[in-house]
């Protein structure tokens, strides 16, 4: 089972910059490449959203129409961890951030307990 955590939510004006940090175990060193990293947000009242992913094995990126431009996924596959780096926030931007693994072999999902990202206007 995969175990997810993540940090670096926080109180921010519009315009600034935040970077969330998911540290990820529990992978085998197989199974590691097998696995989508993801970002998600819930914003108060609405759905859980895709915001950005990566592919553990060649490291493709997609992002939702919403951040392209401002918002840059990456990892460090040492560590192992993801990050979201989000510039440019928008108040609209202010939801609870979830990391999340999906395997490709089993389809089994695995969630971070989420972040608040907050940003004034």
């Known amino acids: 089972q995969v175990q997810l955590v993540e940090s670096g939510g926080g109180l921010v004006q519009s315009g600034g910059s935040l970077r969330l940090s998911c540290a990820a175990s529990?992978?085998?060193?197989?199974?590691?490449?097998?696995?989508?990293m993801s970002w998600y947000r819930q914003a108060q009242g609405k759905e859980r959203e895709l915001v950005a992913s990566i592919n553990n094995d060649g490291g493709r990126t997609n992002y939702a129409d919403s951040v392209k431009g401002r918002f840059t996924i990456s990892k460090d596959n040492a560590k192992p961890t993801v990050y979201l780096q989000m510039n440019s926030l928008k108040p609209e931007d202010t939801a609870v951030y979830f990391c999340?693994?999906?395997?490709?072999?089993?389809?089994?999902?695995?969630w971070g307990q989420g972040t608040q990202v907050t940003v004034s206007s």
């Open positions: 529990g992978f085998t060193f197989s199974s590691y490449s097998n696995y989508i």
């Open positions: 999340k693994a999906l395997s490709r072999v089993t389809s089994r999902s695995d």
